[in-house]
Every structure is written in C-alpha cells, then in structure tokens.
C-alpha cells in the first residue's frame, strides 16, 4: 500500500520549480523571516533611546517605488482613452453646471424668480 502511494505522489511533479529554485525560494524565505525578527528586535526595544523612525528596507523600497511610478509611466492609447474619458466627464459636469447657474441668475435678474423660491441665498455673479 505505501508503495502504491509513492508511485501515485511525486513531490518533483507537483510544483513548477525544480529543486535549486525551491531551495533558493526557502532560502529568501529564511533570509525574510531573520530582517523581519531583526526589524521586531530593534523597533520593540526598550532600552534604546528614542532616536526617531527605524529604517527598514523593504519600507523604503516601496517608498521609493511608490514616489517614482511616473517615471516608469509609458504613454500608450489606454492612458488616453482614460484622460480623454476623465476631462470628457469634467468638461460636461463644468459645462452643465454653468448653464444651470446661467439660466438661474437670468432669471433671478428678470424677476421671474422671487427670493421665496430660490434654492440657495446667494449667488455669485
């Protein structure tokens, strides 16, 4: 019975990596886990003097990246199609918003609408 399970299971089969990847995946893993206790040791210990922020790494890496996407921001049509589509939609907004002010001073100017009936007290000319 437990030859059959051998021949059924084969851990070399199941994953994609061969074994000097896996190993080399453990490794960074180990090497992760040791800075992240490191990290913990530093950052919770009292007896050290308050001398600002611990500096991580990783932390300012992803700082970093985070601050310098535009320079790896490659124009292409789907970065246009959304900024036409995003000033598009900001141009209808501004434009129907101006003509409804428009139209509410004109007639707010000719006396057919009383001050009872506006919505708001002031508006700006």
Known sequence: MVEKIKKLWDP???FYESPEE????????????AMKAEYRKISRDPFTPS???TFDPAIQRWYSAKVTYSEYLTPNPKL?????????????FLFLTERSRNKTIAMIENGDLTYKERRF?????
């Open 121 to 125: 007290e002031y508006y700006m000319k």
């Open 12 to 14: 070399w089969q199941s």
């Open 22 to 33: 896996q190993r080399l995946i453990k490794e960074r893993a180990r090497v992760r886990q």
């Open 51 to 53: 001398t600002g922020v």
């Open 80 to 92: 246009g199609v959304i900024f036409t589509g995003v000033c598009a939609a900001l141009g209808v």
